[in-house]
């Protein structure tokens, strides 16, 4: 079992950035690859971004390609989501999940667990 918990939502104005967290409990962290995704208000969950065990690969969602940079410690058990120049169209609830067969791909259903999620509110 593993345990998680997202922080650093807020409301930004368009053009800001923010720095989620996502705080992993339970098992050994570095085992699991690690996503973000995303749920806006009438939309289906999306992908954000993956970071397989160790950091060295990562994906990310065109929408967010080059805006934003997922990343990890280990020795911290904690997952990162820095988003820059942050658009309203990112307005949603952002989640963090862990997989335990370590593929960090985009298909949400490879994901055991999830997080509770955290709100980012971007203004324009």
């Known amino acids: 079992q593993v345990q998680l918990v997202e922080s650093g939502g807020g409301l930004v104005q368009a053009g800001d950035s923010l720095r989620l967290s996502c705080a992993a409990s339970g098992r050994t962290f570095s085992n699991f690859a690690m996503g973000w995704f995303r749920q806006a208000p009438g939309k289906e969950r999306e992908f954000v971004a993956g970071?397989?065990?160790?950091?060295?690969?990562?994906g990310y969602a065109d929408s967010v390609k080059g805006r934003f940079t997922i990343s990890r410690d280990n020795a911290k058990n904690t997952v990162y989501l820095q988003m820059n120049s942050l658009k309203p169209e990112d307005t949603a609830v952002y989640y963090c999940?862990?997989?335990?067969?370590?593929?960090?791909?985009?298909?949400?259903?490879?994901?055991?667990?999830w997080g509770q999620g955290t709100q980012v509110t971007v203004s324009s």
């Open positions: 970071i397989r065990r160790f950091g060295g690969n990562t």
């Open positions: 999940a862990a997989d335990r067969q370590g593929r960090g791909t985009r298909w949400s259903y490879e994901y055991e667990y």
